[in-house]
């Protein structure tokens, strides 16, 4: 059995912790390890796994597979998705990608599920029909009238572990959702499957012959290297858009579900977060540098300050390095509306932190004028930035901790501890860490334009678009 761990959803609910270049998937949200990593390590044990397929868009390639290596995970395939569209293309590209024998477990990385032994039968149980080729999918057993997640109706007659898929139904309204969880026969969407790759294929064919074709083209004219497969842009945008339900779950007529009750969340707000998360007496979920005084059913997320609380409840706090937000938990579904605020202003929030991971380390900008910017630099052991130019700006660099290997025009020089050297502008120039430790280096910019895009790569270790003549 295959893992496809689909990794393509923003999070901006999770706002400010969750950024569209740095989504709650990587976040470690409820443990020590990120959404991403827990979706792989709760499968660990499972018999029969095979090594997983993870489909991401582009800007995500390089976390999506740091965050696996960290984890000892080497992936079958990083398939990377030029543009959105949908669960559907995203499982086909998986499915045309293997054996169409093979069954695939579909797994969003941004679930939780708290009782792992029930989910890993489940996912046998799944496996089992999957091979007597239904396409099974997951019900969560609900535990309260939810108008945020779709419903799955089950039928009445029970095979196995599993009911045929009488329905899938839309959110509903309040009254409607006590009704479904009055009946006993509705089951919460949890967006996850179980099928072999020829028999979704086969019913994908069936009902939305061109998506299909798209995919299999984007697919034949896709470019491979060592870590990914990038699909063709051209022809992927092509491509209809849609979910899992709708092209393939709702029309088929081989759906079966499994009822779940495993401790599942999608942990799609911040409510939710504090619903799954450990709590102290007074019923507040707290992480980091937060002191409280009669402060009860709140959480409290502090990254970098002290975040001190008086005579307040139910509420949500969230401190990070550039921004504050504040919510009762009852409105936190609103976050979206902070978030398209920020997009109609062009506030750099909405996208990243101020802390900016590459594929060589990260840089974090501490500070900003009107003609400077500093930034601190960490690149990893034997990581190399692009060969790089500037038309805008002049660079100061100083080492802190480690060794660095500047390129300046024709010169090569070691750089150490404590010494510094500069970049002019307009001067082509690269930045490599030689050694065992990683390179943390301070870096002053200079200049009329200091923005991210005044970069001329001239070579990339990392496949990243370079300047051609």
């Not at 569209?85 to 086909?92: C, D, E, H, S």
């Not at 679930?111 to 890993?120: A, M, N, R």
């Amino acid at each position: 059995m295959i893992p496809v761990i689909l990794s393509g959803g923003s999070g901006t609910r999770l706002w400010p912790l969750s950024r569209t270049q740095h989504p709650k998937q990587f976040l470690p949200l409820v443990s020590e390890n990120t959404m991403l990593q827990d979706t792989w390590q709760r499968l660990v044990g499972s018999p029969a796994l095979g090594a997983p397929i993870a489909v991401c868009n582009e800007d995500h390639r390089f976390m999506v597979a740091e965050q696996l290596r960290e984890i000892d995970v080497k992936p079958r395939a990083i398939i990377l998705e030029p543009v959105g569209r949908n669960t559907a293309p995203a499982v086909a590209l998986a499915a045309l990608a293997v054996p169409p024998d093979q069954v695939l477990l579909v797994l969003p990385s941004d679930h939780v599920i708290l009782q792992v032994s029930v989910f890993q039968e489940a996912v046998s149980q799944a496996e089992w029909l999957a091979l007597q080729d239904c396409l099974v999918t997951f019900g969560i057993v609900p535990t309260h009238p939810e108008t945020g997640y779709g419903y799955i109706k089950r039928g009445t007659a029970l095979a196995g572990p599993a009911y045929p898929v009488a329905a899938f139904v839309e959110k509903p309204d309040s009254a409607t959702a006590q009704a479904y969880l009055d009946s006993g026969e509705y089951l919460w969407n949890s967006g996850m499957f179980a099928f072999k790759a020829g028999i979704f294929l086969q019913e994908l064919e069936k009902f939305n012959p061109r998506m299909l074709a798209v995919c299999r083209k984007a697919l034949s004219a896709a470019e491979r290297d060592v870590d990914f497969v990038r699909i063709a842009a051209d022809i992927f945008s092509t491509c209809p858009s849609d979910s899992i339900d709708y092209a393939v779950m709702e029309k088929t007529d081989q759906a079966m579900v499994i009822p779940l009750d495993a401790g599942w969340n999608d942990v799609g707000s911040w409510s939710a977060l504090w619903d799954v998360t450990a709590k102290d007496d007074q019923g507040n979920a707290i992480r980091g540098d937060v002191l409280t005084v009669d402060t009860h059913n709140s959480f409290i997320h502090s990254e970098n300050k002290l975040v001190a609380t008086v005579g307040v409840q139910d509420l949500v706090i969230v401190e990070t390095d550039d921004a504050v937000m504040i919510a009762p938990k009852n409105r936190v579904q609103d976050v979206k509306l902070l978030v398209e605020q920020l997009k109609q202003n062009k506030r750099p929030e909405v996208d990243r932190h101020r802390k900016v991971y590459r594929p060589w380390g990260f840089y974090d900008e501490i500070d900003e004028g009107e003609r400077h910017k500093t930034k601190r630099i960490m690149v990893k052991p034997g990581a190399k930035l692009s060969v790089q130019m500037h038309h805008h700006r002049a660079e100061h660099w100083v080492v802190v901790t480690g060794t660095a290997l500047v390129s300046r025009g024709d010169e090569h020089v070691l750089v150490s501890e404590n010494q510094s050297t500069f970049i002019p502008l307009g001067v082509v120039h690269s930045l490599e860490n030689p050694g065992v430790i990683p390179l943390e280096m301070i870096e002053v910019q200079s200049g009329s334009y200091l923005g991210e895009d005044d970069i001329v790569r001239f070579s990339d270790h990392y496949g990243r678009q370079i300047k051609t003549f």
